[in-house]
Structures are given as structure tokens and as C-alpha cells.
């Protein structure tokens, strides 16, 4: 009896492994993917929480505010009449000149529709001067408020001794046409 004893523990031994194994696989590896994937889902939206309340937090303070700052953008931006925004820009560039004593040689405009929702006004300016009077010229370009980028520069020597430069910039400015909310 012994012997078959033996040969019903071995039996159940076996059927009791293969059913651990089974269990194991079937049941508990795909319950730790989906608990792994729940706690990396957690972790994603405590990281989104966190950063959410640190844009309120510094919407909050003084001075930091990023409506404020979308504000004074849209006010710098220029005006939605083409002409209006040509003035402006033009303005800009007589002032800058005055300012920095440097001749204006030439100015080439042109508008681009690039979206419905905006425009930019591509314009070249060539400019001369020495380099004291360029230089402050392009300070003067660069510190002004009004929503400019300063695309490309080029320096160029108009003399044979470099006391005469040539300045040529490509200036982008923003014009925003969508509808204000």
C-alpha cells in the first residue's frame, strides 16, 4: 500500500505544481502588468498635478502672471490693418536710424498669409554707417518692444579701410488676425 500511497502523493504533488505554475502565468503575471501599468499611469498624473499646480502658483504671483504676459504680446504685436503695421514698422526703423545716426539706404517690405490665425511682414532693411552707429542701431532694434524678430544680419565693409559699413537686416513682425475672445 505503500507504494501507491506514494504514487497518489507524487500524482497530486505533480497536478498541484503544474496547477501553481498554470495559476502563476494565467492569473498573477498579467495582474502585475496591469498593476505596473496603474502605478506608471498614477505616477504620469501626479507629474501632471504637479506641474498643473505649479502654473497656478506662479499665475498667483506678482508680476509673473502668464496672462499679463500674452497680453503685452498681443499689445506688441502689430496692428491687424496692413497698412497700419507697415506705418509702424516704419516708423520703428526712421527712429532707430535718428537715434543711431545711420542712413537708411533702403527698405523692401512684404507681407506673408502663412495661417488664418496670423500674418507676418517680412521686411529688409539696408542701413550705413561706422561701427559705432550700426552697433546702436541694432541695440535700438533689438531692445524695442514692438513684436520684431531679427531674422538675418549682414555686415559688409563699403571702403577700403572698414570706416564705412553696410548693414542689411531681415526683420519678421507678427501680425495677429485672429478673432480677440
Known amino acids: ?13 505533480a497536478i498541484a505544481a503544474i ?16 498593476w505596473n501599468g496603474r502605478a506608471t499611469r498614477i505616477s504620469d498624473l501626479r507629474k501632471n ?16 502672471s502668464i496672462g499679463r504676459r500674452w497680453q503685452q504680446m498681443t499689445n506688441n504685436a502689430l496692428p ?5 503695421a507697415e506705418q509702424k514698422v516704419f516708423k520703428a ?12 539706404t533702403a527698405i ?3 507681407w506673408k498669409h502663412d495661417s488664418d490665425d496670423y500674418m507676418t511682414f517680412e521686411c529688409r532693411v539696408d542701413a550705413a554707417g561706422d561701427l559705432g552707429k550700426l552697433s546702436r542701431f541694432l541695440y535700438s532694434v533689438e531692445r524695442d518692444p514692438t513684436a520684431l524678430k531679427l531674422e538675418l544680419v549682414e555686415l559688409g565693409a ?3 579701410e572698414g570706416q564705412q559699413l553696410s548693414l542689411g537686416l ?12
Request: proline share 4%.
Open 1 to 13: 500500500m505503500q507504494i501507491k500511497n506514494r504514487q497518489q502523493l507524487l500524482t497530486i504533488v
Open 19 to 34: 496547477a501553481l505554475f498554470a495559476g502563476i502565468q494565467l492569473v498573477l503575471s498579467p495582474l502585475q502588468k496591469v
Open 49 to 64: 498635478i504637479n506641474r498643473a499646480n505649479m502654473l497656478i502658483q506662479r499665475e498667483q504671483l506678482p508680476g509673473q
Open 80 to 84: 491687424n490693418n496692413t497698412s497700419a
Open 93 to 104: 526703423v526712421d527712429l532707430w536710424a535718428q537715434n543711431s545716426g545711420v542712413t537708411i
Open 108 to 110: 523692401t517690405p512684404q
Open 158 to 160: 563699403r571702403d577700403k
Open 170 to 181: 531681415q526683420l519678421s513682425g507678427l501680425v495677429l488676425t485672429a478673432q480677440k475672445q
